[in-house]
């Protein structure tokens, strides 16, 4: 657990989601406004999830709708291309996610600095995008071979909008992948974006692995914040800090705030 406080600067941290604008290729890419729309956007959201007092911000490209489980080669570059133009006001620890491609993932971390990437590394599942099968013994080469030893591997054990092949309860499925994989992190969702973490099966992965961080990683808002940390040892957040709290508004600086104010209030750091 040591890794935490080294790499977030606190215990129980909040990750939030700096959700990038659809990438070119992508069907909702805005080519009028083209790559310096997604970059100015990505320089708002970032300034407001700072000034709001996030601990980290995980940058991903949650616009790219409907997701590949392999992306093509100018989400990756485009994506370096935000984060590497505003690398020099970043004023925390940074994650990224290039949906849903864990060698893409990985690759974006090592090019850009990054410390942690969130990514579906284990399992098959029945998902909206088709059959979704991984390698998670290819993906650990791949970090090797990229020297990228030190990008943190959060794994989403509960993927948003798919269902695990096997019939396997989630406990089982945690202490696997805990033996198996290494994970830095296991990871927990609801169904979508947005959609509430089921506390009790937050406590039941915990329970089953609790020398192992186990993030809540959506749908944590500023009333259950800190009834999730109770149980878990970070969260993510995205929609929750958004204007009205919808997904595809901007990052709202006061509701991050509000947010942070009671998550530092339950760890006793106001």
């Given at each position: 657990?040591?890794?935490?406080?080294?790499?977030?600067?606190?215990?129980?941290?909040?990750?939030?989601?700096?959700?990038?604008?659809?990438?070119?290729?992508?069907?909702?890419?805005?080519?009028?406004?083209?790559?310096?729309?997604?970059?100015?956007?990505?320089?708002?959201?970032?300034?407001?999830?700072q000034n709001g007092g996030v601990d980290a911000?995980?940058?991903?490209?949650?616009?790219?709708?409907?997701y590949l489980l392999k992306v093509n080669p100018?989400?990756?570059?485009?994506?370096?291309?935000?984060?590497?133009?505003?690398?020099?006001?970043?004023?925390?620890?940074?994650?990224?996610?290039?949906?849903?491609?864990?060698?893409?993932?990985?690759?974006?971390?090592?090019?850009?600095?990054?410390?942690?990437?969130?990514?579906?590394?284990?399992?098959?599942?029945?998902?909206?995008?088709?059959?979704?099968?991984?390698?998670?013994?290819?993906?650990?080469?791949?970090?090797?071979?990229?020297?990228?030893?030190?990008?943190?591997?959060?794994?989403?054990?509960?993927?948003?909008?798919?269902?695990?092949?096997?019939?396997?309860?989630?406990?089982?499925?945690?202490?696997?992948?805990?033996?198996?994989?290494?994970?830095?992190?296991?990871?927990?969702?609801?169904?979508?974006?947005?959609?509430?973490?089921?506390?009790?099966?937050?406590?039941?992965?915990?329970?089953?692995?609790?020398?192992?961080?186990?993030?809540?990683?959506?749908?944590?808002?500023?009333?259950?914040?800190?009834?999730?940390?109770?149980?878990?040892?970070?969260?993510?957040?995205?929609?929750?800090?958004?204007?009205?709290?919808?997904?595809?508004?901007?990052?709202?600086?006061?509701?991050?705030?509000?947010?942070?104010?009671?998550?530092?209030?339950?760890?006793?750091?106001?």
């Amino acid at each position: 657990m040591n890794w935490i406080q080294d790499v977030y600067g606190t215990h129980k941290p909040v990750v939030a989601m700096c959700h990038l604008l659809a990438m070119p290729g992508d069907p909702g890419y805005d080519a009028d406004g083209g790559v310096e729309k997604v970059l100015e956007a990505a320089r708002r959201d970032l300034h407001a999830l700072q000034n709001g007092g996030v601990d980290a911000i995980m940058f991903s490209n949650e616009a790219s709708l409907p997701y590949l489980l392999k992306v093509n080669p100018i989400t990756t570059a485009t994506m370096a291309r935000v984060i590497g133009e505003l690398k020099s006001e970043i004023t925390v620890p940074y994650g990224v996610n290039v949906l849903w491609d864990p060698t893409a993932s990985i690759d974006l971390a090592v090019a850009t600095g990054g410390q942690f990437v969130r990514e579906i590394f284990s399992g098959v599942y029945a998902s909206d995008y088709g059959l979704w099968n991984t390698n998670s013994g290819e993906v650990a080469r791949h970090r090797r071979e990229v020297d990228g030893m030190g990008v943190r591997l959060m794994y989403n054990i509960v993927p948003e909008s798919a269902v695990y092949l096997a019939e396997r309860d989630i406990a089982s499925v945690a202490r696997s992948t805990v033996f198996n994989c290494g994970p830095d992190v296991l990871c927990v969702s609801g169904l979508t974006a947005g959609a509430t973490t089921d506390a009790a099966i937050l406590k039941t992965v915990k329970d089953a692995v609790p020398e192992t961080p186990v993030f809540a990683n959506t749908g944590v808002n500023v009333a259950t914040v800190a009834s999730q940390l109770a149980i878990a040892d970070g969260a993510v957040i995205g929609t929750a800090f958004k204007r009205d709290g919808y997904i595809w508004n901007e990052a709202s600086e006061e509701r991050v705030s509000a947010l942070m104010t009671a998550a530092r209030d339950f760890r006793g750091e106001n």
